[in-house]
């Protein structure tokens, strides 16, 4: 059965270091998103592409983070530098533009120490 | 504004008792749909219903229904005979821009416990 792929589950870093996630939506999805959902919180937007070009990008905090999916199928999710309240879990999800669910990933735990 | 709420914050039951989950929403669109998904311990949220609005029949799967009322703006979510791996966080959710695309606005979940 076709997944979400994310990596790393897990990522420990100090402030100020740089840390990027990875995503591969399943395949044929044109749509990808990235949610961030804090302890105890429903997911929340980050970024939403269609193919390559962002739809939405007005929740990311831009200062700090930047996302890119350059050829339309995989993408990447970076943050520089990193603080204190990025601690969280960044959830990668795709879906295709006939049927709108929303296929998540297993997420990245972010620890920010 | 598109909003989600799910009052419950936190259900536990035994196993083999009957629970409902309830969500109710805001939506400036006529037309809409909704969604429920469900976070094990493991963190991925898996998708398991999508209903439209068009559509007000309660939907059954195996132990698992739903009851949609448009009139109070609600989705319900009843699990029948509670077994312990259904022990989860579950999320109320729909659509930002409305219709079937865009990004999903999500309650705060209720997170349910099943003990044996």
């Known amino acids: 059965e076709a997944e979400v792929a994310q990596s790393p589950r897990y990522k420990i870093t100090e402030k100020s270091q740089a840390v990027a996630f990875w995503c591969d939506p399943i395949?044929?999805?044109?749509?990808l998103y990235w949610y961030r959902q804090i302890l105890g919180q429903g997911p929340e937007l980050l970024v939403q592409?269609?193919?390559?070009?962002?739809?939405?990008d007005s929740q990311l905090p831009k200062d700090r983070f930047s996302a890119e999916r350059l050829k339309g199928v995989d993408s990447t999710l970076k943050i520089q530098p990193a603080e204190l309240g990025d601690s969280a879990m960044y959830l990668c999800?795709?879906?295709?533009?006939?049927?709108?669910?929303?296929?998540f990933g297993p997420g990245t735990r972010l620890t920010v120490l | 504004a598109q909003k989600v709420t799910q009052a419950q914050t936190e259900i536990s039951v035994v196993e083999k008792e009957d629970v409902t989950l309830d969500c109710v929403y805001e939506?400036?669109?006529?037309?809409?749909?909704l969604f429920w998904y469900k976070q094990p311990p493991s963190g991925e949220l898996v998708f398991l219903i999508r209903?439209?609005?068009?559509?007000?029949q309660n939907e059954i799967s195996g132990r698992y229904s739903w009851n949609f009322q448009k009139s109070t703006s609600s989705f319900n979510f009843t699990i029948t005979a509670s077994q312990v791996v259904d022990s989860a966080v579950y999320f109320c959710?729909?659509?930002?821009?409305?219709?079937?695309?865009?990004?999903?606005?999500f309650g705060k979940g209720t997170k349910l416990s099943v003990k044996p």
């Open positions: 939506t400036r669109d006529t037309t809409y749909y």
């Open positions: 592409f269609q193919d390559e070009s962002v739809v939405d």
């Open positions: 395949s044929g999805h044109a749509t």
């Open positions: 999800a795709s879906s295709s533009l006939q049927y709108n669910e929303q296929f």
């Open positions: 959710a729909l659509p930002n821009y409305g219709g079937s695309q865009g990004n999903l606005i």
């Open positions: 209903r439209n609005s068009f559509d007000e």
